[in-house]
């Protein structure tokens, strides 16, 4: 099993900066991805980052060049660096792990709104 807990989420205003935080524990070797997802309301759940256990990345067109998702394995913790915010980002922001089968954290909450 792995647990992951998220923190960082919050209310920005728009062209602001959050940077969120997934501490994964359990049994975390052999995990293949890491990630972050998001859900706004009355929408699917999407991909926003992605990162390999050596450090390889991926991004949805929506967020590139304005997030940044890196990993700290001494740590056993995955960073999504969001700048630039808009409105549209608004949502529930889930860690994933892959291992076997998905594993997610329990979501945190960005808002961004003047």
């Known amino acids: 099993q792995v647990q992951l807990v998220e923190s960082g989420g919050g209310l920005v205003q728009p062209g602001g900066s959050l940077r969120l935080s997934c501490a994964a524990s359990?049994?975390?070797?052999?995990?293949?991805?890491m990630g972050w997802y998001r859900q706004a309301p009355g929408k699917e759940r999407e991909l926003v980052a992605r990162?390999?256990?050596?450090?390889?990345?991926n991004y949805s067109d929506s967020v590139k060049g304005r997030f940044t998702i890196s990993r700290d394995n001494a740590k056993n913790t995955v960073y999504l660096q969001m700048n630039s915010l808009k409105p549209e980002d608004t949502a529930v922001y889930y860690c994933n792990a892959l291992k076997f089968r998905n594993y997610w954290g329990q979501g945190t909450q960005v808002t961004v709104s003047s």
């Open positions: 359990g049994s975390i070797i052999g995990i293949n991805f």
């Open positions: 990162i390999t256990s050596d450090s390889s990345t």
